[in-house]
């Protein structure tokens, strides 16, 4: 796969993103709840909203099971019902597709500034409701659009953080002389290629930019048109046949869904929104909302200034988690096929409550002094990972523009040849086709489940 282009080698992007994040830094402070411009906690339910009525607001959730009602809890959660637009515009430069993406500040992010999609917007933001200005390049993504759908599709976002929360994931590609489409100050065309290789660079790529990259068809057509090369040596080989793989995969699309559906099916689960005052173990005091054992995570608040955004100046809430989270597919070779492990995993504020998660999604820190039984399986073969098994590891961050410092360790490790086929009953292997075909559909593949995917195809070129 081309992981350079003419238009902007890789080395000038360094230089080129390194300036942006000199001018379009922020400055980010925590500031009492009092503070807040705009925010305030609702008398009566005690959810923290915007005077607008829009934007998003915290509230509360609580999650019971049937089978052990000790199991639930309760915890704050942002309800966002607006669906966003992330969009990316392609356009074939030279022979090969190259993509518009942006260097964008989010006050979330632990670098402050990322590289994101060519639009990034609420609903809310590009319709005007912060007053500020328009959204670059929005018209490409809105009927009618100048140029070609290739991406289309509702996912979801994190659904421990977000209730039903979904957006709208585009591609869309023009046509004509690359001089037609303006390059504005802060935007840059760069290949499948070279963004699948910066996803290597630690929060460098965010995470929506991640989502949309995921759902791009991964076949030969497309492969061909972003200048792919041929890939070498057993682990790659055996990738590369992981997308194509047609009859040599483990189970059939059809006995997949068939056991995706039953996990769903099986999943008694009760949940509702409730009053944040409703739930219980967790305390607001000056400054936060945590939980009583510090644990999880917890809702600040925080003051922007500076920012190269829409609105120079704002604030709002933030969720900013305890720990650094750990998501991890193990990876195994069956009949010479690379197959992923992934788990059906329920998530509380998830549209559908289950979607395919990665093999480990948690956060370590949260385990500690609780017994070993009740860790979250494959937790301990992960964090104990030979190095020489790891075939991809980088910290990437979440969602800037809700979670502070929200940062993930991702990983993908192979498993030695004796790791068992038989898994528990709801984990199954798949291949990388098979997970690429389900994200032309909404909600079956949760959002850290598709940062892996996005660098699962990164590595499909060989050795970095």
């Known amino acids: ?204 790529v965010n995470m929506d930019s991640r989502t949309v990259l995921a759902c791009v068809p991964f076949d030969g057509a497309t492969l061909a048109r972003a200048g792919d090369g041929e890939s070498e040596g057993d682990f790659h080989g055996a990738l590369r046949r992981s997308v194509v793989s047609g009859g040599a995969a483990l189970h059939t699309t059809t006995g997949l869904l068939s056991w995706f559906t039953a996990a769903r099916s099986t999943k008694l689960v009760d949940r509702r929104r409730v009053d944040l005052e409703q739930i219980t173990r967790w305390k607001r005091s000056r400054d936060e909302i945590a939980h009583e054992e510090g644990k999880y995570f917890t809702v600040a608040a925080v003051a922007v200034s500076g920012a190269g955004r829409e609105v120079g100046s704002w604030s709002q809430p933030l969720f900013v988690p305890v720990g650094q989270g750990v998501v991890a597919f193990v990876v195994k070779r069956v009949h010479g096929v690379l197959h992923v492990l992934v788990h059906a995993r329920m998530e509380g504020g998830l549209p559908d409550m289950v979607e395919l998660a990665a093999t480990l999604q948690c956060a370590p820190d949260s385990y500690e002094g609780v017994p070993a039984a009740r860790h979250p399986r494959f937790m301990e073969y992960v964090l104990g990972a030979d190095p020489s098994r790891i075939r991809f590891d980088a910290l990437l961050s979440e969602e800037g523009g809700r979670f502070m410092g929200a940062v993930i360790r991702y990983l993908v490790i192979e498993a030695e040849d004796d790791f068992p086929v038989e898994v528990p009953e709801d984990y199954a292997w798949v291949t990388l086709g098979q997970l690429s075909g389900l994200l032309r559909h909404s909600y079956y593949v949760n959002v850290q489940a598709r940062t892996l995917v996005a660098c699962l195809q990164g590595l499909w070129g060989g050795e970095r």
């Open 1 to 204: 796969m081309a992981r350079d282009s003419a238009v902007l080698p890789l080395a000038e992007f360094r230089e080129w993103f390194d300036e942006r994040h000199r001018t379009e830094r922020a400055e980010v402070t925590r500031i009492p709840f009092a503070d807040l411009d705009g925010w305030s906690f609702a008398p009566g339910s005690g959810n923290l909203v915007h005077r607008s009525g829009r934007f998003f607001s915290v509230e509360g959730l609580r999650v019971s099971t049937r089978s052990d009602p000790e199991a639930g809890w309760s915890q704050p959660i942002i309800n966002q019902s607006e669906i966003g637009i992330l969009g990316i515009l392609a356009k074939e430069i030279d022979g090969v597709v190259h993509f518009l993406m942006q260097a964008k500040m989010e006050p979330g992010n632990i670098n402050s500034v990322q590289l994101s999609p060519t639009v990034q917007a609420t609903h809310s933001n590009y319709v005007g409701v912060h007053r500020g200005a328009g959204v670059p390049y929005l018209e490409y993504f809105t009927r009618p659009r100048p140029g070609s759908v290739l991406v289309d599709v509702l996912q979801s976002e994190h659904g421990s953080w977000f209730w039903c929360k979904r957006n709208r994931n585009m591609v869309v590609e023009v046509t004509g002389d690359a001089e037609d489409i303006e390059v504005r100050d802060g935007f840059c065309w760069l290949t499948i290629g070279q963004l699948q290789e910066l996803l290597s660079v630690d929060n460098l």
